[in-house]
């Protein structure tokens, strides 16, 4: 596709479930971004991956929290016992991985946890 | 750890006026880039602007024009000629310029400022 596919655009699941984020980033992007935006904030980091492998995952908030990206393309971001706190927009982006590289954002996924 | 602040959760401009967004940032770093981004209601967020640190000669595009003042850290945003379109969220961002180095590739971004354009 032309730009950052992102899905579901809306998951509505209920406390303790577990849940998968999907993230499609732009064909020949090595660079791939989980951000997390709560409800009147700023995105803030989750992940950020370079081909395979997470190069960093510091943002990630508890062990609840995984992701990954076997092949280098699609990214799964996963939640496990979901809580009500992780209610939440989450943005997924990609560059070309270059240091002043763009990055081009999807359109998130809203995450609601009854 | 690099911080943004962005001091106005809104602004409001009239159609055809110009209108200046705030942004702060606190950083030990001399190289680093900064970034304004515009959020619509789709949520996909877009870019604006981009200045490097070290470019002393601030960025535009367009209608939109960057003041930077390393020295205070600051990076104001300037909309000319506004649009009914430009209404959006706008979110100041902060990237470390020594990323070869070791440093973090993440965005940094402040709470944003919603700005609304009255025709």
């Known amino acids: 596709g032309a730009g950052v596919s992102q899905t579901p655009s809306n998951k509505v699941t209920e406390k303790g479930k577990y849940v998968e984020l999907r993230c499609d980033p732009i064909s020949g992007h090595t660079a791939l971004y989980w951000y997390r935006q709560s409800l009147g904030q700023g995105p803030e980091f989750l992940i950020y991956?370079?081909?395979?492998?997470?190069?960093?995952d510091s943002g990630l908030p508890n062990d609840r929290f995984f992701a990954v990206r076997p092949e280098g393309s699609v990214s799964t971001l996963k939640i496990q016992r979901t809580e009500r706190g992780d209610s939440a927009v989450y943005l997924c982006a990609s560059s070309l991985g270059r240091v002043t590289g763009e990055l081009f954002f999807g359109e998130g996924s809203r995450l609601t946890v009854l | 750890a690099q911080t943004v602040t962005q001091s106005q959760p809104e602004m409001s401009v009239q159609e055809a006026e110009t209108v200046t967004l705030s942004c702060t940032y606190d950083?030990?770093?001399?190289?680093?880039?900064l970034f304004w981004y515009k959020q619509p209601p789709s949520r996909q967020m877009i870019l604006v602007i981009r200045?490097?640190?070290?470019?002393?000669q601030n960025a535009t595009e367009n209608r939109f024009s960057v003041n930077f003042q390393k020295a205070a850290k600051s990076f104001s945003l300037k909309i000319s000629d506004s649009q009914l379109g430009d209404a959006a969220m706008y979110f100041c961002a902060y990237r470390s310029g020594r990323i070869l180095q070791g440093g973090s590739e993440k965005l940094v971004f402040g709470k944003g400022t919603k700005l609304t354009v009255n025709p």
């Open positions: 950083t030990s770093e001399s190289d680093y880039y």
């Open positions: 200045q490097e640190a070290y470019k002393q």
């Open positions: 991956f370079q081909g395979t492998g997470a190069a960093d």
